[in-house]
């Protein structure tokens, strides 16, 4: 699924067979779409491909924020509260009585974040307005690319705010293995770290830049790890 756009680096490495089969599926539809011309369509799934990534995120915040996660969640009905508190992976937040632009919200438990709550409501009203109806205006090429890379840049910037939560999800990891003496290996990065925190490639790359940084001790084992098992190019920003 690389098409090479940013947005593929931001979902998570391991998911479920259902959330694979969908995502997958949505890429199909997207690069079809595209190869015909039928950008209106095309960017339909992008838009459903950017509410997966919301999904993603929105579980992370469980994940990361288990308090602050069940209090966001109050005004809900009591079904949707349950289910979303049980909530086992990021298939769990979808429900017909949703209302996307409601969900954006929730990205302010990382930090004080309107701006880029006001820009991903933004996407869901170009949907609602552009492509969610008949309007018999078809999308041009450049309009296309205009909005997937607004899609991608959006993408980055969500991406971008978990960022100081995963340093601190990592620096306990880190540690808590150099107090343990326990050996670094793939194997161990997947199972006590990437998969529990539904980590993506880009993940990936800002703990390796993380490590590059510290360059001491258990991260730069750690780092060599992420290099010749991974394959993770060190991206500074």
């Known amino acids: 699924m690389n098409m090479g756009y940013p947005l593929v680096s931001y979902f998570s490495l391991r998911k479920s067979e259902e959330e694979q089969n969908y995502i997958r599926g949505l890429f199909d539809q997207f690069e079809n779409a ?3 011309g039928a950008y209106h369509l095309a960017l339909f ?11 993603e995120t929105l579980y992370k915040i469980k994940l990361w924020f288990p308090i602050k996660h069940d209090m966001a969640f109050v005004s809900f009905s009591a079904d949707q509260r349950k289910k979303i508190r049980d909530a086992k ?24 974040c309107e701006a880029l709550v006001a820009k991903c409501k933004s996407l869901t009203d170009y949907r609602n307005n552009n492509l969610g109806h008949v309007n ?39 540690q808590t293995i150099e107090k343990l003496g ?29 490590c590059e940084l510290k360059n001491n001790g258990i991260y730069k084992t750690i780092s060599q790890v992420l290099k010749n098992d991974f394959g993770v190019e060190v991206a500074f920003i």
């Not at 937040?93 to 996307?100: A, K, L, P, T, W």
């Not at 607004?150 to 100081?164: L, P, R």
């Not at 770290?193 to 993506?200: A, D």
């Open 45 to 55: 799934a992008y838009h459903l491909l950017f509410i997966c990534f919301l999904y």
């Open 182 to 210: 326990e050996e670094i290996t793939k194997d161990g990065l997947e199972l006590d770290l990437i998969i529990p925190n539904r980590l993506s490639d880009a993940d990936l790359g800002d703990l390796a830049a993380a």
């Open 34 to 36: 595209k190869v015909m």
């Open 136 to 174: 018999y205006n078809l999308i041009g090429e450049i309009e296309f690319e205009n909005k997937i890379e607004e899609y991608d840049q959006t993408a980055g910037k969500i991406h971008e705010i978990t960022q100081n939560k995963l340093a601190a999800v990592f620096d306990e990891y880190a």
């Open 89 to 112: 992976n990021p298939i769990d937040y979808v429900g017909n009585r949703n209302r996307e632009k409601s969900l954006f919200e929730f990205l302010n438990i990382f930090c004080d």
